[in-house]
């Protein structure tokens, strides 16, 4: 009897010390494959290379997604 306890214990202590570890990790990694929102609209160049973008982006669209939508 009194080994399990000292294991439940022994494993309570295992599960708070891990949780208090894992609760001080910084997990904010700034990704590093496109920009951040801030540095896309703090400049007015930026801004319209993003715009650019986005237009390109609908040219790729098939017609019929663009004439279903107004119906």
Not at 20 to 29: E, F
Not at 39 to 55: F, K, N, R
Request: glycine share 2%; proline share 4%; charged share 25%.
């Amino acid at each position: 009897m009194r080994i399990k306890n000292k294991l439940k214990y022994s494993l309570l202590a295992l599960i708070a010390s891990t949780t208090v570890s894992i609760q001080s990790c910084s997990i904010d990694v700034v990704p590093q494959d496109r920009y951040a929102e801030e540095a896309v609209w703090a400049d007015p160049s930026t801004i319209e290379l993003y715009v650019d973008g986005l237009y390109a982006r609908v040219q790729k669209f098939p017609v019929w997604v663009v004439s279903r939508s107004r119906i």
